[in-house]
């Protein structure tokens, strides 16, 4: 079983920064793609950035703003997102492609953490 746990969200101020955190656990033999969604209520997932061993892509909105990294012998993904607007209110979610030690490939998906950002 894995588990993802995010953390870094919060109430700021347009133009100003945040970085969210997920860290993987559990279950982990390999981690292939991570990937960073968003979700308004009444509205769609949508895809932030994602990063796999060789890539990073964006989502347009995001471009020149955020950056997706990870470090892999933590398990761990980041988004740094810089000068914030208040349309990138949302929850944020992270998911990651899971090998685990024996199984298939499990697609996990973390609780969420809110950003807020006031005008």
């Known amino acids: 079983q894995v588990q993802l746990m995010e953390s870094g969200g919060g109430l700021v101020q347009a133009g100003e920064s945040l970085r969210l955190s997920c860290v993987a656990s559990g279950d982990i033999f390999v981690i292939n793609r991570m990937d960073w969604y968003r979700q308004v209520p009444g509205s769609q997932r949508e895809l932030v950035a994602t990063i796999s061993a060789t890539s990073t892509k964006y989502g347009n909105s995001v471009k020149g703003r955020f950056t997706i990294s990870r470090d892999n012998a933590k398990n761990t993904v980041y988004l740094q997102m810089n000068n914030l607007k208040p349309e990138d209110t949302a929850v944020y979610y992270c998911?990651?492609?899971?090998?685990?030690?024996?199984?298939?490939?499990?697609?996990?998906w973390g609780q969420g953490t809110q950003v807020t950002v006031s005008s």
């Open positions: 998911a990651a492609d899971i090998y685990p030690r024996t199984g298939d490939l499990v697609r996990s």
